[in-house]
């Protein structure tokens, strides 16, 4: 079955990196776009960044993170990560790998990003 399981999330300062890593099994890695979601207190889920099957490929990112996080994928791993530079207190929020397998789109169990203020 398909497992997203994430690692990497911790307190930083304002300022600071953190890089997060998702270990995807269960279906054909190489074949689907990859993501990035957080939700913080209070919020809905939003899209942080995404990256396309093949590499090089399609990146996205939220106008919120551009210029600040770097997607990345290692197809030979199964892997994903999240490079997050310049954390702001707004970065709160629990992180989530996903999938889409149209349908359903399958999550991790997410990982806690803490910036204090």
């Known amino acids: 079955q398909v497992q997203l399981v994430e690692s990497g999330g911790a307190s930083v300062q304002p300022g600071g990196s953190l890089r997060l890593s998702c270990a995807a099994s269960g279906f054909s890695f190489r074949t689907y776009t990859m993501s990035w979601y957080r939700q913080a207190p209070g919020k809905e889920r939003e899209k942080v960044a995404s990256i396309a099957a093949v590499v090089p490929g399609q990146i996205w990112y939220a106008d919120s993170v551009k210029g600040r996080f770097i997607i990345s994928r290692d197809n030979a791993r199964n892997m994903v990560y999240l490079q997050m530079n310049n954390l702001k207190p707004e970065d709160t929020a629990v992180y989530y790998c996903?999938?889409?397998?149209?349908?359903?789109?399958?999550w991790g169990q997410g990982t806690q990003v803490t910036v204090p203020s």
């Open positions: 996903s999938v889409l397998i149209p349908p359903p789109r399958f």
